[in-house]
């Protein structure tokens, strides 16, 4: 799989060497949904025998583990769509001044899926997260959004020998989408590693959503998440497990920024003795 099925109309935003669709929310709904963009194809990827086209929201954690782990980063060069999710990616493109249109994160994305997969008939399955809460998402997502086809769920919880079980009761399900939850970078690899074997049509890894769906954790009041610290919230929820991701990883990340940027400015302004290729 490679980004010759993208989501994009050829709006690629290059950070740290990984190519983000720069998308408007909508427009990556609409990929989700029904695959309406392509960036080198014209034909939908909608048939069960193709492998789904997998999507992966990229922040700040994401690439500082992609850096920590070369296996998670050849990975996400993988996916189909990248979606870049949060302040820091933002601040990152912003520094190379390609600025991103519009931060496609999976909190915010996922009841308007939900919404427009009801009103279009595309059924969802869940899969992930602790015993119980991905049952406990889907069945409030549903009372939401009434006329939205739960496909399935199931735990996160699950050992390697189990996937042909899990896969197996995914495809029967006749599920459109799937949502996996299973924790960065478990989720990527899973999907990347078994999206042979899937039959649905979109794949996304969505990190703690269904906690936050199923009421498990509550999501930072809305003027926290309008001045981009929703960070904080969660680092406040879950302080021991949040201190790494946050306090170290969010300076790591600036720093790793201002290299990127020194690294940019460096390509598209060499030495006067160098020659830039034609």
Known sequence: MNNSTNCSDNNICRLFDLPINNVSMSKAINWVISHRFNLSSNKFHTKASEKPNLGFFINAHSINLSFKYNDFYQTLKQADCLFADGIGMRLAANHIDEPIQENVNGSDMLPKLCEQAANEGKSIFFLGSSPGVAKKAAKRLHNTYPKLKVAGYQHGYFKEHDNKRIIAKINQSKADILLVALGSPLQEIWLTNNAAYLHCNTALAVGGLFDF???????????????????????????????????????????????????AKAISNPPSHVIKPQ
């Open 213 to 263: 769906y199923s009421g498990n954790i509550p999501r930072a009041p809305l003027w926290l998440r309008n001045v981009n610290l929703e960070w904080l919230f969660r680092l406040l929820q879950e302080p021991k497990n949040k201190f790494y991701r946050y306090v170290i990883g969010n300076p790591l990340f600036l720093f790793r920024t201002y290299l990127f940027r020194q690294a």
